[in-house]
């Protein structure tokens, strides 16, 4: 396998696994051992069990990891493919990814700042809840507006709007995306 479909590979599966908001020391060693068997177990990849405890993997991975604010760039046209179905416009382009992250710590103005890195808190979950970001907004639930008057309402009726709009899931899987909303909501 070429070198560059290998790299293409890992890094989409960087993209999947990974929170690409912390400093590669701060990952938790359960996530990048996860994904490392991803790899390991990919029919294309699995040439990489040759090497003693996989440690060619690691070195991939840390390497396009540096690369981070491409890999964020990438996560955010995936979640900008999910379009927001209330009567406001899509979700805005984004110019400085870096801040819209919060990779330097700074709040943006953006009207859908939370929401966009939404994909990225849901993802970095274990286990990860992100097939649950388009169910979200497609609900209505797509501005920082929307954010912040989920938690206007009364328990029951935030408890009632996460019930529908996640449809089959469990008590725990809603209660965890709950927990999620609710932090970026006290972020704002």
């Given at each position: 396998?070429?070198?560059?479909?290998?790299?293409?590979?890992?890094?989409?599966l960087?993209?999947?696994?990974l929170?690409?908001?912390?400093?590669?020391?701060?990952?938790p060693?359960s996530?990048?051992?996860?994904?490392?068997?991803?790899?390991?177990?990919?029919?294309?990849?699995?040439?990489?069990?040759?090497?003693?405890?996989?440690?060619?993997?690691?070195?991939?991975?840390?390497?396009?990891?540096?690369?981070?604010?491409?890999?964020?760039?990438?996560?955010?046209?995936?979640?900008?493919?999910?379009?927001?179905?209330?009567?406001?416009?899509?979700?805005?382009?984004?110019?400085?990814v870096?801040?819209?992250?919060?990779?330097?710590?700074?709040?943006?103005?953006?009207?859908?700042?939370?929401?966009?890195?939404?994909?990225?808190?849901l993802?970095?979950?274990?286990?990860?809840?992100?097939?649950?970001?388009s169910?979200?907004?497609?609900a209505?639930?797509?501005?920082?507006?929307?954010?912040?008057?989920l938690f206007?309402?009364?328990?029951?009726?935030?408890?009632?709007f996460?019930?529908?709009?996640?449809?089959?899931?469990?008590?725990?899987?809603?209660?965890?995306?709950?927990?999620?909303?609710g932090r970026?909501?006290?972020?704002?």
């Open positions: 396998m070429y070198p560059q479909v290998c790299q293409e590979k890992i890094r989409k960087i993209i999947r696994h929170d690409l908001s912390k400093l590669y020391g701060d990952l060693q996530r990048l051992d996860f994904l490392k068997r991803e790899v390991l177990l990919d029919a294309e990849l699995s040439f990489m069990i040759q090497y003693e405890d996989g440690w060619a993997v690691d070195v991939l991975v840390r390497n396009l990891y540096f690369q981070r604010l491409k890999l964020v760039e990438e996560k955010l046209k995936l979640a900008r493919k999910t379009q927001c179905h209330c009567r406001r416009k899509p979700l805005p382009s984004c110019p400085r870096s801040s819209e992250l919060g990779l330097i710590g700074r709040r943006t103005r953006s009207a859908s700042s939370r929401i966009t890195l939404l994909s990225a808190r993802d970095s979950a274990t286990p990860s809840l992100l097939h649950f970001h169910a979200i907004v497609r209505g639930l797509c501005t920082d507006e929307h954010l912040r008057q206007r309402m009364t328990p029951k009726s935030r408890d009632k996460i019930l529908q709009a996640l449809g089959k899931s469990t008590l725990f899987e809603r209660v965890a995306v709950m927990d999620i909303l970026m909501n006290n972020e704002l």
